[in-house]
C-alpha cells in the first residue's frame, strides 16, 4: 500500500529542523526500499523549508501512522501538521526512475483537495515532466480526497495546470526538490 506523507514545518522551526537533519535522514534510510519519492518543500522565497514530503510503499494504515509520526522531527515539535493519505502511482516509478533526473528545471508539489466525484485519476499529457502522480484516497483506498504530484515545471503557475481547477475546493503549489542523501 502506497502513502503519501506531507510534514508541514511550523513556524521559526528552522533551526531545530537542521539541529536534527542527520537524525531524520537515518531514520528515513530504513525506509530507503519502499520510498517512492521523498524531498522538502520551501516558502514562496525558495530558500526556506516549509515541509517534507514522502511517498512510501508499507503494509497498512497503521505502519503509515507509525512512519509519519515516529519521525524525529514529529517527535520533537518541527511539524505544525500531517497529512497523511494513501495514495496510488499511477506512473508505477520511483523518483529516482524520472527521466529527467534530480537536477534541471524547477520542481513543485501540486496537492489538489477533493471534493465530489474523483477528478484526475490519470496522468496528464506531460508525463515526460511527472516524477510522481496520483490519487489521494481514504484508509480503505476506496474514496477519492484528491491528488498528489510531484512535477518539473518553469513556475508554480504551469505547475497548477497539472490539475483541473474546477474539480477541487482547493489547489496548493509548493517549490519541491528531490530529498535524500546525494
Known sequence: MEFFCY???RPDSLALREELLEEHWSYMDRYAKEMVAR???FTDD????SGSVHIVDLPDPAAARAFAFDEPGYQAGVYRDVM?????????????DFPGGRTG???YL????????AADLAGQPARDELIA???LLSDDGTTWLGTAVLLRAPDPETARTVLTPERYADIEVHTWEFGGRR
Open 7 to 9: 510534514h508541514r514545518d
Open 84 to 96: 497523511l493519505r494513501r495514495w496510488r502511482n499511477t506512473l508505477g516509478r520511483t523518483m529516482w
Open 39 to 41: 524531498g522538502p518543500t
Open 133 to 135: 502522480y496520483g490519487p
Open 46 to 49: 525558495g530558500d526556506t523549508p
Open 105 to 107: 528545471g524547477s520542481r
Open 110 to 117: 501540486v496537492l489538489g483537495l477533493g471534493t465530489g466525484r
